[in-house]
Protein backbone atom coordinates (compact mmCIF):
# COMPACT_ATOMS: atom_id res chain seq x y z
CA UNK A 1 0.00 0.00 0.00
CA UNK A 2 1.55 3.52 -0.75
CA UNK A 3 1.78 5.93 2.26
CA UNK A 4 -0.37 8.88 3.09
CA UNK A 5 0.43 11.80 2.76
CA UNK A 6 0.40 15.16 5.04
CA UNK A 7 -1.64 17.86 3.11
CA UNK A 8 -1.41 21.07 5.54
CA UNK A 9 -4.98 23.25 4.99
CA UNK A 10 -4.50 26.62 6.70
CA UNK A 11 -6.29 29.99 6.12
CA UNK A 12 -7.82 32.83 7.87
CA UNK A 13 -10.10 32.32 10.48
CA UNK A 14 -13.94 31.78 9.25
CA UNK A 15 -12.72 30.68 5.87
CA UNK A 16 -14.58 27.71 6.00
CA UNK A 17 -11.75 25.27 6.63
CA UNK A 18 -13.70 23.07 9.09
CA UNK A 19 -16.22 23.18 6.85
CA UNK A 20 -14.46 21.86 4.05
CA UNK A 21 -12.82 19.56 5.12
CA UNK A 22 -16.06 17.65 6.83
CA UNK A 23 -17.33 17.88 3.43
CA UNK A 24 -14.28 16.32 1.71
CA UNK A 25 -14.36 13.53 4.18
CA UNK A 26 -18.14 12.66 4.16
CA UNK A 27 -17.73 12.59 0.67
CA UNK A 28 -14.45 10.74 0.26
CA UNK A 29 -13.71 8.57 3.53
CA UNK A 30 -11.12 6.64 2.33
CA UNK A 31 -9.06 9.45 0.66
CA UNK A 32 -7.77 11.48 3.65
CA UNK A 33 -8.95 12.36 7.53
CA UNK A 34 -8.18 15.24 10.17
CA UNK A 35 -5.83 14.55 12.91
CA UNK A 36 -7.78 16.20 16.33
CA UNK A 37 -5.64 18.71 17.53
CA UNK A 38 -5.08 19.65 21.12
CA UNK A 39 -5.66 22.92 22.50
CA UNK A 40 -6.17 25.27 25.49
CA UNK A 41 -8.75 27.68 24.61
CA UNK A 42 -12.20 26.88 26.13
CA UNK A 43 -14.67 24.72 23.66
CA UNK A 44 -17.74 26.21 21.61
CA UNK A 45 -20.93 25.42 22.19
CA UNK A 46 -21.61 21.96 20.37
CA UNK A 47 -17.47 21.05 20.61
CA UNK A 48 -16.95 17.69 22.08
CA UNK A 49 -13.57 16.50 23.72
CA UNK A 50 -11.81 14.26 21.51
CA UNK A 51 -13.76 15.23 18.35
CA UNK A 52 -12.86 18.97 17.56
CA UNK A 53 -9.73 18.99 20.22
CA UNK A 54 -8.97 17.42 23.33
CA UNK A 55 -9.03 20.31 25.45
CA UNK A 56 -6.40 20.66 27.88
CA UNK A 57 -5.17 23.52 30.61
CA UNK A 58 -2.05 25.29 30.15
CA UNK A 59 -0.18 23.16 32.79
CA UNK A 60 -1.35 20.03 30.99
CA UNK A 61 -0.45 20.84 27.44
CA UNK A 62 2.73 22.01 28.91
CA UNK A 63 3.35 18.88 29.88
CA UNK A 64 2.60 17.05 26.65
CA UNK A 65 5.20 18.98 25.49
CA UNK A 66 7.95 18.31 27.73
CA UNK A 67 7.27 14.88 26.57
CA UNK A 68 8.12 15.38 23.27
CA UNK A 69 4.42 14.42 21.98
CA UNK A 70 3.40 17.28 19.36
CA UNK A 71 5.10 17.68 15.94
CA UNK A 72 4.32 21.41 15.76
CA UNK A 73 3.19 23.74 18.27
CA UNK A 74 2.04 27.48 18.14
CA UNK A 75 0.95 30.55 20.90
CA UNK A 76 -2.48 31.72 18.93
CA UNK A 77 -4.36 34.60 20.63
CA UNK A 78 -4.29 33.91 23.96
CA UNK A 79 -4.48 29.89 23.46
CA UNK A 80 -2.08 27.37 22.63
CA UNK A 81 -2.92 24.52 20.06
CA UNK A 82 -0.82 21.39 18.98
CA UNK A 83 -0.33 18.66 16.37
CA UNK A 84 0.12 15.19 18.00
CA UNK A 85 2.71 12.93 16.46
CA UNK A 86 0.10 9.98 17.73
CA UNK A 87 -2.69 11.71 15.32
CA UNK A 88 -0.98 11.89 12.21
CA UNK A 89 0.28 8.00 13.04
CA UNK A 90 -2.92 6.98 13.91
CA UNK A 91 -4.39 8.09 9.91
CA UNK A 92 -1.27 6.77 8.56
CA UNK A 93 -2.01 3.33 9.80
CA UNK A 94 -5.21 3.52 8.40
CA UNK A 95 -3.68 4.14 5.19
CA UNK A 96 -5.08 7.57 4.37
CA UNK A 97 -4.16 11.53 3.72
CA UNK A 98 -3.46 13.03 6.78
CA UNK A 99 -4.98 16.74 6.61
CA UNK A 100 -3.70 19.16 9.39
CA UNK A 101 -6.14 21.87 9.64
CA UNK A 102 -4.09 24.17 11.30
CA UNK A 103 -2.89 27.47 10.89
CA UNK A 104 0.47 28.99 8.89
CA UNK A 105 3.45 28.92 11.46
CA UNK A 106 2.31 25.34 12.17
CA UNK A 107 2.08 24.29 8.34
CA UNK A 108 5.62 25.84 7.76
CA UNK A 109 7.19 24.09 10.69
CA UNK A 110 5.35 20.50 9.72
CA UNK A 111 6.84 21.38 6.00
CA UNK A 112 10.82 21.74 7.77
CA UNK A 113 9.77 18.03 9.72
CA UNK A 114 8.49 16.20 6.59
CA UNK A 115 9.32 17.27 3.29
CA UNK A 116 6.68 15.87 1.41
CA UNK A 117 3.91 17.79 3.38
CA UNK A 118 1.89 19.92 0.81
CA UNK A 119 0.67 23.41 2.18
CA UNK A 120 -2.38 24.34 0.80
CA UNK A 121 -4.17 28.12 1.61
CA UNK A 122 -7.98 28.74 1.61
CA UNK A 123 -8.60 32.16 0.33
CA UNK A 124 -12.34 33.71 0.76
CA UNK A 125 -13.97 35.16 -2.55
CA UNK A 126 -13.34 38.80 -1.13
CA UNK A 127 -12.28 40.03 2.58
CA UNK A 128 -16.30 41.12 3.47
CA UNK A 129 -17.43 37.67 2.80
CA UNK A 130 -14.67 36.67 5.18
CA UNK A 131 -16.69 38.95 8.12
CA UNK A 132 -19.95 38.12 6.61
CA UNK A 133 -19.05 34.22 7.76
CA UNK A 134 -17.49 35.03 10.90
CA UNK A 135 -20.20 37.06 11.96
CA UNK A 136 -22.53 34.38 10.90
CA UNK A 137 -21.17 31.46 12.63
CA UNK A 138 -21.60 33.48 15.86
CA UNK A 139 -19.64 32.20 18.21
CA UNK A 140 -16.97 34.63 18.94
CA UNK A 141 -17.31 37.79 21.29
CA UNK A 142 -17.26 41.20 18.73
CA UNK A 143 -13.97 41.99 20.56
CA UNK A 144 -12.78 38.29 19.12
CA UNK A 145 -14.23 38.97 15.86
CA UNK A 146 -12.20 42.19 15.37
CA UNK A 147 -9.23 41.28 17.13
CA UNK A 148 -9.04 37.75 14.29
CA UNK A 149 -9.68 40.45 11.55
CA UNK A 150 -6.76 42.69 12.18
CA UNK A 151 -5.10 39.65 11.93
CA UNK A 152 -6.17 38.53 8.51
CA UNK A 153 -3.24 40.61 6.39
CA UNK A 154 -0.80 39.18 8.55
CA UNK A 155 -2.18 35.60 8.05
CA UNK A 156 -1.78 36.43 4.21
CA UNK A 157 1.61 37.27 4.63
CA UNK A 158 2.70 34.35 6.44
CA UNK A 159 1.55 32.18 3.01
CA UNK A 160 4.52 32.77 1.59
CA UNK A 161 5.39 28.76 1.50
CA UNK A 162 2.33 27.57 0.61
CA UNK A 163 2.05 25.96 -3.08
CA UNK A 164 -1.82 25.65 -3.67
CA UNK A 165 -4.53 28.38 -3.43
CA UNK A 166 -8.09 27.63 -3.28
CA UNK A 167 -10.88 30.27 -2.93
CA UNK A 168 -13.62 28.74 -1.05
CA UNK A 169 -16.06 30.60 -2.90
CA UNK A 170 -18.87 27.39 -3.86
CA UNK A 171 -18.26 24.67 -0.91
CA UNK A 172 -18.42 21.93 -3.37
CA UNK A 173 -16.20 23.14 -5.67
CA UNK A 174 -13.39 24.06 -3.22
CA UNK A 175 -13.78 20.24 -1.77
CA UNK A 176 -13.52 18.95 -5.67
CA UNK A 177 -10.58 21.18 -5.69
CA UNK A 178 -8.85 20.13 -3.01
CA UNK A 179 -9.29 16.92 -3.59
CA UNK A 180 -8.17 16.72 -6.86
CA UNK A 181 -4.95 18.49 -5.41
CA UNK A 182 -4.52 15.06 -2.91
CA UNK A 183 -5.13 12.89 -5.65
CA UNK A 184 -2.43 14.62 -8.38
CA UNK A 185 -0.26 14.87 -5.02
CA UNK A 186 -0.15 10.90 -4.56
CA UNK A 187 0.60 10.03 -8.42
CA UNK A 188 4.14 12.18 -7.36
CA UNK A 189 7.12 9.87 -7.10
CA UNK A 190 10.16 8.96 -9.26
CA UNK A 191 11.39 6.22 -11.82
CA UNK A 192 13.54 4.96 -9.21
CA UNK A 193 10.78 3.76 -6.97
CA UNK A 194 8.83 2.75 -9.42
CA UNK A 195 11.48 0.36 -10.80
CA UNK A 196 12.19 -0.45 -7.08
CA UNK A 197 8.61 -1.75 -7.40
CA UNK A 198 8.35 -3.72 -10.96
CA UNK A 199 11.80 -5.18 -11.28
CA UNK A 200 13.31 -5.25 -7.35
CA UNK A 201 16.60 -2.79 -8.42
CA UNK A 202 16.66 0.69 -9.87
P1 LIG B 1 -12.89 28.04 9.72
O1 LIG B 1 -12.80 26.59 10.10
O2 LIG B 1 -12.03 28.39 8.57
O3 LIG B 1 -12.68 28.99 10.87
P2 LIG B 1 -15.76 27.45 9.40
O4 LIG B 1 -15.69 26.15 8.67
O5 LIG B 1 -16.15 27.44 10.84
O6 LIG B 1 -14.40 28.30 9.20
O7 LIG B 1 -16.78 28.36 8.57
C1 LIG B 1 -17.13 29.68 8.99
C2 LIG B 1 -18.57 29.98 8.57
O8 LIG B 1 -18.61 30.10 7.14
C3 LIG B 1 -19.57 28.87 8.93
O9 LIG B 1 -20.76 29.47 9.37
C4 LIG B 1 -19.75 28.10 7.63
O10 LIG B 1 -21.03 27.50 7.56
C5 LIG B 1 -19.59 29.21 6.59
N1 LIG B 1 -19.06 28.74 5.29
C6 LIG B 1 -18.06 27.87 5.06
N2 LIG B 1 -17.84 27.70 3.74
C7 LIG B 1 -18.73 28.49 3.11
C8 LIG B 1 -19.03 28.78 1.72
N3 LIG B 1 -18.34 28.21 0.72
N4 LIG B 1 -20.01 29.66 1.45
C9 LIG B 1 -20.70 30.25 2.46
N5 LIG B 1 -20.50 30.03 3.78
C10 LIG B 1 -19.52 29.18 4.10
P1 LIG C 1 -9.96 27.92 16.40
O1 LIG C 1 -9.73 28.49 17.76
O2 LIG C 1 -10.79 28.84 15.52
O3 LIG C 1 -10.45 26.49 16.43
O4 LIG C 1 -8.51 27.84 15.71
C1 LIG C 1 -7.71 28.97 15.60
C2 LIG C 1 -6.58 28.69 14.64
O5 LIG C 1 -5.68 27.68 15.16
C3 LIG C 1 -7.06 28.16 13.29
O6 LIG C 1 -6.32 28.82 12.28
C4 LIG C 1 -6.72 26.69 13.36
O7 LIG C 1 -6.51 26.15 12.07
C5 LIG C 1 -5.44 26.72 14.14
N1 LIG C 1 -5.09 25.43 14.76
C6 LIG C 1 -5.88 24.49 15.27
N2 LIG C 1 -5.19 23.45 15.73
C7 LIG C 1 -3.88 23.73 15.50
C8 LIG C 1 -2.64 23.03 15.74
O8 LIG C 1 -2.58 21.94 16.27
N3 LIG C 1 -1.50 23.66 15.35
C9 LIG C 1 -1.49 24.87 14.76
N4 LIG C 1 -0.32 25.38 14.39
N5 LIG C 1 -2.62 25.56 14.53
C10 LIG C 1 -3.80 25.00 14.89
Do not use: W
Not at 6 to 29: A, E, N, Q
Not at 196 to 202: A, L, M, S, V
Amino acid sequence: MKEGKVFVISGPSGVGKGTLCRLLMDRYPNLAATTVSVTTRAPRPGEKDGVHYYFKSAEEFEEMEKKGMFLETVNKYTNRYGTLYSEVERIMKEGKNVILEIEMQGGVNVKKRIAGAVLIFILPPSLEALTGRIVSRGSETAEEISRRQSEVEKEFDQAKDYEYFVVNDVLEDAVEKVKSIIVAEGTKDNIGNIKQKYFGRN
